[in-house]
């Protein structure tokens, strides 16, 4: 193309006007020869022979062509051809591009004079021993083009040296089949005669008018009812006549209507033939022998050639350096400061070094780090985050069976990625000793006297025992039950003295404190008996009985919440003294220090007697609170001064009995509350909670806890503070006793000790609950649990 | 009140991060640019500690960078020639060395990713992923690289693992790991980002020269190296240059013995010997190690690993050589007698010389981690090799070890290995003794136990008990377990007065113990039953053979 192209540029100007010759020239050979076919219309052979004389030379032209005769639309492959041509001959400018179109007007209009001859002969079988040929027959005819006038008018345009566009050709092409139409108005929409009597012009100029059409909508009609041909009569909007399609129309618009080729013959499903394939063909393609140019010399490059030569032997070119792509390296730390640091590189976080490999990751690992079947599978189951061992360990017999590692590439790029993308933080890594953590405590060792062990056990019970009480001596013990009995217990030989049975699931016990009585308070259902069980020295028994038989009754009846009469009968021979029926059931029940006023509870949130405070000697009751503050849990009496204790869900509030006030409100951090205890002290209280918590508070420092016990693992149900002893107890529904040493000192500098010493462990867990109730001897350091599996148990 | 209200996030740390895509418009880059520039320029995100603080208030999730970071970047002259690339990056060559690492000290440590990349990359073919100019340099460096470990022998440990050969040296004081990848053809994985990665290279080559040539510097050799007597090679003409040389990738290897066979000859080591000698005891065994395969002469095999093996045997003082028709480079042929050790790695050879051992890679690999010529038996042709175990992991007390690392430890104190079976026989008795004693400890109480139960149960059944007295029994107390049992108790207490936070904290780390032993046992147990089952299968194949 070079050396052609060099050569065209040199001598457009000549060989345009000599190959304007040649091509006069060929035009009227041609010509000549068709006019043979044309006049003998059966002789296919002659035509045909010239078609090859003619492809010949097309081909000579452009080899392109060739290429385009493969594809199907004609038209197409023109703009093709064009196109290419205008790409090859940019340089050239548009003399070079008017000679292509020239030489194909001059085609198309072969084509077109010898149409009416070959226009059948295409589509014979005998064309289809060169199939190439006949499709290019095809697309020739496809193109259809102007009389003699027409390719005057091309060739008018081409001299003045345009550049005409391949759409204007084609239509002037195109114009042939318009011929017959009479109208003149062109190709405009025709409502813009829709006002005027005619509808265009003839080739003469003449007005043609409009067809006289008066039908009405109803001629309409008629017309579609009678005229069996309606279907197919169209207006032609050029003439403004019907036309009646013929059956061969009505196909073709049937045809196109499907999507269908218009053409019946034509197959688009033609075998495609691979001209231009990889199998070497003993002919070539193209029969076209080289062209002379190619065989001799270009004199340009000649030129071209000395002029280099003559500059290297001058020295002026000299042969290039080979690059060197290899970067200098220097000491580049020559004269590095550690001084010069810059602030920045103070707050340089190195990048982590990535981790180095295992056992695991070798290519022979020992056995046992082969992962068995299960393993392999939860592992691969497993999100690749959430595997502990990021690859799979394997065992291959030699170094040779080791394959390459397939993800090697990705896991450079994840590491890349990290480096550049990943947040750094320093992170101080605190190396803790667990040990440590655990806090320093005196040894329990040092701090005995407590219950270290269980000595016995007492049995009886055949329901969970729910309270249990010791009498103040520390001779006896009380416990009730749900099995409705109340048994009665001498606490060093564990025998079990007497049994009461009350008629009811006994809530709690309480033993009255005072040592000069011997009365014990029994709450079941809705009623409190004050019992007199009859042990240990006669003479406080008959003071007791004395004590309730002198009671004389008053004068003034008042209206009490409560009912006290006397027990008769049976129940007197029981023991029972005094019953007191309350409105409610109560739930515990509480002496006060001095033994003479007890306290009840009925808890219910919608009431406002919750809480009632009887005084036995003079039979009377009375309602401390007027008003309801939640559902109270447990009360207490404070051991020596005037302070009443209540428990509720999550408050312990503090009332001075005399002034009538609220001194206190403790907030136990607990969601509820079950249980209290009051040192006897009168300084420190202790809640135990259903969420397994135990609060230590000391009412002179704080409203809240100063220390919060979480060694239960269950509910707590049951506290209790020793009276000698600086010990409290817990029990929990996890069936343990935790006995715990609280020591208060009177330097108020000196914190509070406060050690669990024993986890004392007995009861068996039963229905879910394990120790109901603990109380301490007292004045040993033993302590009492009774338990949901029906026994009382002491420890010593 | 006096003084005007502090306004939120206009001090501390809100000041001193930016977000990245602030960051990305404040230096008015796309995103692709301020990435190159970051890698090239190793700034890198910043966790804050108080994120919420640093984010205005906000919870979003974003990449922070260090203010004085981007600040830096601003005041970097490049940044204004971004757009013309090359000047960019000719110009950073010089510069981003030498401000990412301060010190040579501060490049060595990072050295370990160059490496690895770069051993990568001279394995990759010429696909188009990359340059063939980066390939070449790679190859380059690499090769270099080695050299100079040849040459301080500073190869401290290797690792033949599923991904790779893990190699380990301690260069300057400075522990460098890195991991080149078996010799095969890389499939190359379509979700990787190339782009990233050849960035990554391109700084990564920069370094390793820069590097390179400092610690060839510490050897008194000249940077870059030259070969020197050329006319050995019947490559065409004698004029060769480096350049051309460095072009042939087969070359390289010959290149890397020529400078081998004059770095043995050169007084620089010898200097260091003698500084040794005047160091503590523990640089001697270093010593020993570094002369390990010295005097012996290796043949390898044309289906082993040549260069790695090559790498590692002449690290340690050894002659190595190959078949000449396999490769450049090789000194002997292997017919010569003088050969000691043949390294094979198949399962029989048709000739077999007797002067020579002939013995599996593995044995190399071993030795080096093991700092010992280890018994070449194990590691014959066609046996079973023993597991091959990574010189990496230290294990500490707790820790699961196996079996093979203590009989290379008892090796190492200069132990004569028992007779396998004798040993293993003896261990089982003994663990059966102390079972036994265990178990019958456990028994008298479960015995008492239940006794009591049984009294107690007809206790409560009210039934008379059966009155007896039988003479008592002393019980003999054991003291030691009293105390045991006692401190136990003591610290369960106190655990329970445990504060909430330490008790958690407490609670975790217990958990991470009571797991790694479980592990361990789990590992124990694994693999005592192999051993079993591996006897039960010997003892089934001696029968078989009686």
Redesign the interface.
């Known amino acids: 193309m070079s050396a052609r192209g060099a050569a065209a540029e040199r001598n457009s100007g000549m060989k345009k006007t000599t190959e304007k010759r040649k091509n006069r020239e060929k035009e009227e050979q041609q010509q000549e020869e068709e006019e043979l076919p044309m006049f003998d219309k059966n002789a296919d052979k002659v035509g045909h022979l010239d078609d090859t004389d003619e492809e010949k030379e097309d081909l000579s032209d452009s080899e392109e062509s060739v290429f385009s005769g493969l594809e199907d639309s004609g038209t197409d492959d023109d703009d093709d051809e064009e196109d290419d041509g205008d790409d090859d001959d940019d340089d050239d400018g548009d003399d070079a591009s008017g000679e292509e179109e020239e030489e194909q007007d001059e085609e198309n209009h072969n084509k077109v004079e010898k149409d009416p001859a070959a226009g059948e002969t295409s589509l014979t079988p005998q064309t289809e021993d060169k199939p190439a040929k006949s499709r290019k027959l095809k697309k020739k005819k496809s193109v259809t083009s102007g009389g003699d006038e027409e390719e005057e008018r091309g060739k008018s345009e081409r001299d003045s040296g345009l550049k005409i566009s391949s759409q204007v050709d084609e239509y002037e092409q195109d114009t042939s089949d318009e011929e017959d139409i009479r109208n003149t108005v062109g190709n405009i929409p025709m409502e813009w005669y829709k006002d005027f009597p005619h509808i265009g012009y003839d080739l003469d100029g003449k007005k043609i008018f409009k067809p006289i059409r008066s039908k009405d909508e109803l001629d309409e009609f008629l017309e579609k009812m009678e005229n069996p041909d309606y279907w197919r009569t169209v207006q032609d909007k050029m003439t403004g006549s019907d036309v009646r399609l013929s059956d061969e129309q009505v196909d073709l618009v049937h045809r196109l209507q499907h999507g269908k080729f218009g053409d019946i013959n034509f197959n688009e499903y033609e075998p495609a033939i691979d001209f231009f394939s990889n199998e070497v063909m003993i002919h070539p393609v193209t029969n076209r022998p080289e062209d002379k140019r190619s065989f001799i010399p270009s004199l340009i490059e000649k030129e071209k050639v000395g002029k280099l030569v003559h500059a290297i032997k001058m020295g002026w070119i000299k042969p290039r350096r080979?690059k060197?792509?290899?970067?200098l390296?220097?000491?580049?730390?020559a004269k590095?400061d550690?001084n010069?640091?810059?602030?920045?590189?103070k707050?340089h976080?190195?990048?982590p070094?990535?981790r180095?490999?295992?056992?695991e990751?070798?290519?022979?690992?020992?056995?046992?780090?082969l992962l068995?079947e299960e393993e392999r599978l939860t592992w691969e189951q497993q999100d690749p985050e959430e595997r502990k061992l990021s690859?799979l360990?394997?065992k291959f017999?030699?170094?040779?069976a080791?394959?390459?590692?397939?993800r090697?590439?990705?896991?450079?790029?994840e590491?890349?990625?990290d480096?550049?993308?990943?947040?750094?933080?320093r992170k101080m890594r605190v190396n803790?000793n667990?040990e440590d953590?655990?806090?320093?405590?005196p040894?329990?060792?040092d701090l005995h006297p407590f219950p270290t062990t269980q000595s016995l056990?007492y049995?009886g019970h055949s329901s969970l025992v729910r309270s249990i009480s010791v009498a103040p001596g520390g001779q006896w013990l009380v416990s009730g039950s749900d099995d409705g009995t109340v048994r009665f217990w001498e606490v060093a030989t564990a025998r079990c003295l007497k049994t009461v049975e009350v008629g009811g699931a006994v809530k709690s016990v309480a033993w009255s404190p005072n040592p000069a009585v011997c009365l014990v308070a029994i709450s079941h259902g809705n009623t409190v008996v004050l019992m007199n069980p009859g042990l240990g020295d006669r003479l406080i028994l008959s003071a007791t009985d004395q004590l309730i038989s002198s009671y004389e009754e008053p004068t003034e009846v008042k209206d009490q919440p409560v009912e006290w009469s006397l027990a008769e009968g049976t129940e007197h021979q029981q023991g029972q003294r005094l019953i007191l029926t309350h409105p409610r059931a109560v739930k515990q029940v509480t002496w006060h220090g001095k033994g003479d006023y007890l306290a009840c509870v009925m808890p219910d949130v919608s009431s406002n007697v919750q809480v009632v405070i009887h005084q036995v000697s003079k039979r009377r009751t009375q309602n401390p609170f007027r008003k309801n503050k939640g559902m109270v849990q447990c009360v207490s009496f404070h051991p020596i001064r005037p302070y009443f204790f209540v428990a509720t869900q999550r408050h312990v509030r503090v009332y001075n009995l005399i002034k009538q006030e609220l001194t206190k409100k403790l907030m136990t951090n607990c969601k509820w509350v079950s249980s209290m205890a009051i040192h006897p002290g009168g300084d420190n209280v202790i809640c135990g909670s259903y969420d397994c918590r135990l609060a230590w508070f000391d009412l002179d420092l704080s409203t809240k806890p100063y220390k919060m016990?979480?060694?239960h693992k269950k509910a707590l149900r049951g506290v209790a503070y020793h009276r000698q002893y600086p010990l409290f107890a817990s029990g929990s529904d996890d069936g343990s006793v935790?006995v715990c040493h609280g020591m208060v000192y009177n330097d108020l500098l000196q914190n509070p000790l406060?050690?669990?010493?024993?986890?004392l462990k007995g009861h068996t867990i039963t229905h879910d609950l394990g120790v109901l109730d603990v109380a301490f001897h007292p004045t040993q350091p033993w302590v009492f649990s009774s338990g949901a599996d029906g026994t009382v148990r002491l420890f010593t | 009140m006096g003084g005007l209200q502090k306004k939120k996030y206009e001090s501390g740390s809100a000041t001193n991060y930016i977000s990245r895509n602030k960051a990305r418009k404040k230096l008015c880059l796309s995103l692709a640019d301020f990435r190159r520039l970051c890698i090239l320029k190793g700034v890198y995100p910043h966790e804050p500690k108080h994120k919420k603080k640093v984010n205005k208030g906000s919870t979003a999730q974003r990449t922070f960078y260090l203010l004085k970071d981007i600040r830096f970047l601003l005041h970097e002259p490049i940044v204004g020639k971004f757009r013309e690339y090359k000047i960019f990056v000719r110009k950073l060559r010089k510069a981003y060395g030498d401000l990412q690492y301060p010190t040579f000290i501060d490049a060595l440590r990072d050295v370990d990713d160059a490496l690895s990349m770069c051993f990568l990359f001279s394995t990759f073919a010429r696909t188009g992923k990359c340059h063939v100019q980066t390939i070449q340099l790679c190859r380059r460096l690499s090769v270099e690289w080695m050299n100079y470990i040849v040459t301080s022998r500073s190869l401290k440990k290797v690792f033949l693992s599923i991904k790779g050969i893990y190699y380990q040296a301690e260069v300057l004081g400075q522990t460098i790991t890195w991991l080149v990848p078996y010799q095969f053809a890389h499939d190359h994985p379509t979700d990787v980002d190339y782009r990233v990665m050849a960035t990554f290279t391109e700084f990564y080559t920069t370094l390793l020269g820069f590097v390179n040539f400092r610690l060839y510097q510490t050897l008194n050799l000249l940077y870059p190296p030259k070969v020197r007597d050329t006319h050995t090679l019947s490559a065409p003409g004698s004029e060769l240059t480096n350049a051309y040389l460095l072009q042939s990738l087969a070359l390289f290897h010959w290149f890397l013995c020529l400078i081998l066979s004059f770095s043995h000859l050169h007084p620089c080591s010898q200097e260091d010997m003698e500084k040794m000698e005047a160091r503590v005891k523990a640089q001697h065994e270093q010593d020993k190690q570094k002369k390990l395969f010295e005097g012996l002469k290796f043949f390898l095999n044309r289906e082993v690993p040549r260069e790695s093996l090559a790498f590692i045997l002449r690290c340690f003082g050894a002659q190595v050589s190959w078949d000449k028709s396999l490769c450049i480079g090789s000194t002997y042929d292997a017919e010569d007698e003088t050969i000691t050790h043949h390294i094979v790695d198949r399962p029989n050879m048709d000739k077999q010389y007797m002067n020579r051992y002939y013995i599996q890679p593995q044995w190399v690999f071993d030795s080096v981690n093991a700092k010992m010529l280890l018994p070449v038996e194990d590691y014959f042709l066609g046996v079973t090799l023993p597991p091959h175990l990574s010189p990496f992991v230290e294990e500490k007390e707790g820790d699961y070890v196996p079996p093979e690392k203590l009989k290379l430890l008892a090796l190492q104190r200069g132990e004569r290995p028992v007779e396998e079976d004798e040993e293993d026989d003896e261990e089982e008795e003994e663990e059966e003794d102390d079972d036994e004693e265990e178990e019958e400890d456990d028994d008298e109480e479960a015995e008492e136990e239940a006794k009591l139960k049984e009294m107690e149960e007809k206790k409560s059944q009210g039934k008379a008990l059966p009155v007896k007295v039988t003479p008592g029994k002393v019980k003999s107390e054991n003291r030691h377990r009293l105390e045991q049992e006692e401190k136990a108790e003591e610290k369960r207490l106190a655990i329970m007065m445990m504060k909430k936070r330490d008790k958690y904290l407490y609670d975790k780390i217990m958990f991470g113990k009571k797991r790694h032993v479980r592990e361990t046992n789990k590992m124990v147990a694994k693999r005592k039953a192999l051993d079993e089952a591996s006897k039960a299968d010997r003892k089934k194949k001696k029968q078989k053979k009686q």
């Open positions: 080979p060197d792509s290899a970067p390296y220097y000491d580049l730390w590095e550690p010069s640091i810059l602030g920045r590189h707050m976080v190195p990048a070094k990535i180095l490999p295992g056992h990751e070798s290519y022979n690992p020992p056995p046992e780090y068995t690859l360990p394997q017999p030699s170094l040779r080791v394959p390459a590692f397939t090697f590439i990705h896991e450079r790029f590491r890349c990625l480096l550049y993308l990943c947040p750094r933080q803790v667990p953590l655990i806090p320093k405590l040894k329990p060792k056990v049995r016990l979480r060694h935790i406060i050690v669990p010493v024993k986890v």
